[in-house]
């Protein structure tokens, strides 16, 4: 059983770039989540999707970002018009929600770094 | 709104020492969903534990023990025999929905664990 993927694992950028992540889930999960990490501070919630529906987005999640998840499969997050501010660990995590409850699995998170 | 307090910054403790990282939670949420993840030097979340609100007892894992307080609003872990392998930094997070739902997980800024040979 693979677990969660994202790619690229590093990306550096210009300022004004756009970047796009990329996050494949657990095969037989139903909900996926981004996650925005800053060091020396937890993840901080961004955004999840049921399936391919996106159901909330934090506060944030700025317009200069866009997630989104066709077919309910993979997931990418884009940022436009990247700022320095940017600069963070985004992370990806899924679960399978049953009745009771499920845990989030993460994976290795994508460093971005805007100059 | 929620919010998860983990107080100490960093504990660094010597081999074999038993070690409990403090976790205080906020929710106006009668059911809710306390969980514990470990994040090592390479950098990813790893799950430990989920506890649900309605289920206060304790929890022991091998060198792992979890004590949920609800009259504290309290759900601290404790590593016995702590080894160099547990250095790592610990989350504590807290969901108001089974599986993180509409807003997610929310994560305390985290204990960073040393434990020195």
């Known amino acids: 059983d693979t677990g969660v993927s994202q790619d690229p694992r590093h990306k550096i950028t210009k300022r004004g770039q756009n970047v796009t992540f990329r996050c494949d889930p657990i095969?037989?999960?139903?909900?996926l989540y981004w996650y925005r990490q800053t060091l020396g501070q937890g993840p901080e919630f961004l955004t999840y999707f049921q399936n391919e529906a996106q159901l909330e987005k934090s506060r944030l999640l700025s317009d200069r970002f866009s997630a989104e998840r066709p077919k309910g499969s993979f997931s990418t997050l884009e940022i436009q018009r990247t700022e320095q501010g940017d600069s963070a660990m985004y992370l990806c995590?899924?679960?399978?929600?049953?009745?009771?409850?499920?845990?989030?699995?993460f994976g290795p998170g994508t460093r971005l770094t805007v100059t | 709104a929620q919010k998860v307090t983990q107080a100490q910054t960093e504990i660094s403790v010597v081999e074999k020492e038993d070690v409990t990282l403090d976790c205080v939670y906020e929710t106006r949420d009668t059911t809710y969903y306390l969980f514990w993840y470990k994040q090592p030097p390479s950098g990813e979340l790893v799950f430990l534990i989920r506890?649900?609100?309605?289920?206060?007892q304790n929890e022991i894992s091998g060198r792992y023990s979890w004590n949920f307080q609800k009259s504290t609003s309290s759900f601290n872990f404790t590593i016995t025999a702590s080894q160099v392998v547990d250095s790592a930094v610990y989350f504590c997070?807290?969901?108001?929905?089974?599986?993180?739902?509409?807003?997610?997980?929310?994560f305390g800024k985290g204990t960073h664990l040393i434990i020195q040979p």
């Open positions: 995590a899924s679960s399978l929600v049953l009745a009771g409850g499920d845990e989030q699995y």
């Open positions: 506890r649900n609100s309605f289920d206060e």
């Open positions: 997070a807290l969901s108001e929905e089974a599986g993180g739902g509409a807003d997610g997980l929310t």
């Open positions: 095969s037989e999960h139903n909900r």
